[in-house]
């Protein structure tokens, strides 16, 4: 009962997120009627759109806008620990990224069979990789939004991967053990949208797919420990104090 | 007989400014105090004086600078303390693509409540606050006074044995003010906890079964007795000269002219009393108005004795 509550809080928590499935689902349609070269492009469209843009917006203020708007005040004085509700939370959310590309993948395929569209060549390892790509995600933006107001960790995220895809970049120039370093953090220890790409599109043997589902399994459980963490021990003041 | 609530040597100071370098403001200075099981404790002060402070930590939403606050024996923020407590804050938001219904039964799962108890429970909510002919409303289309009838809905569905209330009459029209005021007094009857600030000084008078005094982050005053029973003080206009020394015999006066006198009394219901008593020795009545120590003047008083 309490576990669906709160997966069931995290569809209806506001109306854009109905919103944005009724969006992901119409751009599913529209790529299924459009005439695809390859599985690149499908595969591309997949991944960013469940992998890489659901997470971020479906977890947009997940925390942060309970904390403004004084709802949270009221939810965390009930008996539940920190991370029941940080869990139940990831779930629901996890659970509606599951529909949307279950329905979604299922458009592409029936185009793909019926109008012999496109490409589905490795779909089901793609859709697979895009969905520890949405938890690796979720899960960090998720423990972000314990941190940070409102929607804001929406840019936080945005502006973060930008700036680490940036540094990654310019460090791929040197050959110093500190740019070396750095590369090796962006690369393991922030979401591994690189790894889990091109493991989805190049259609990765068994044991690789196997570790980069533990490296992903790995992360999500650090992020989530951190951000039950934070949640556990800061303080839920209201705007007007004393 | 364990308290309800404990407070122990409590302080609470914000950090502010960046990394917590700015002037730390002291909301809460080394308060100690005893809330008894059944009591309905009324907390007043001026803005700033950490009321909302000292309700947040009991809550657990504030963590102590120093000191501890116990919920019937167990810490606050833990999940014990946390089982036992009610809280309806002063501004309650809900989601609001949810009804009252929805929002009842998302925050008795919540709760721990069982799905069987909980449609009983939600329908005699829904039906206390008078919030029937809205049950299937969504929230966000709600009033003030509606929601706020709502908040109280939401912190009475698990039962709790402590009921923290943050200006509950807020936004509530007079009716909807003397029923929360009627249901609260019911619930104290089952033995529930109370702990009430409001800035409507007059409807916590007539409330309370006790009143807790904040200024400036220290407790001021805590009365034991309810303060409408206190002490009371009657203005009693007479014609001037028709009471006599001896009239006035049985009675303690506060102060005396010739066509006024102030009389102190322990309780409201006195004052039938005096008034015949006066009336059948003698004294030629013209007005009768009570001067009342009521709950805005002491706090005035307090509040002006420390300035």
Known sequence: MLAWELIKET???KSSIAILHVLGALLY????????????????????LSGVALPLLISQGIFGDDIVSGRARVVLTKPMSFATLYIWRLVGMCLQCLVQMAIGSAVLYLAHRLGARGSVNHLLLLNLMAMF?????TTLSTSVSSVVKGGLNLLVMVFGLIFFKAVDWLMGGMETPLAEGVQAFIKYALPPLDLLWSAGNQGAGPLEVLGLVVHALALSLIYASAGIIILSRREFACEREC | MEPAIDYSHLSKTYTQGLLGMGQPVHALKDVSLSIASGEIVG????????KSTLMNLTTGLLLPSEGSVCVHGHPARSLEARRCIGYMP????????????KVLRYHGALAGLARRDLNGRIDELIERVELTHAANRRSATFSQGMRQRLALAVALISRPRVLILDEPTNGLDPVGIVDVRRMLLQLRETGMTILVSSHRLSELDKLVSSVVMLADGQLVERSSESVSQADVRVFVGVAAGSCGDHILEGFTVVERTDAAIIFSLDSTDSIPVLVRTLVQRGAEITSVKLEGDDLESRLLRLLEQRK
């Open chain 1, 29 to 48: 349609g529209i790529i299924a009627v459009l005439p695809m070269r390859n599985s690149l492009e499908v595969g591309a469209f997949v991944f960013i």
């Open chain 1, 133 to 137: 790509m949405f938890l690796t995600l």
């Open chain 2, 90 to 101: 002063e501004l309650p938001t809900f989601l609001g693509l949810y009804n009252p219904r």
């Open chain 2, 43 to 50: 907390l007043v002060g001026p803005n700033g004086a950490g």
């Open chain 1, 11 to 13: 569809f209806f928590r």
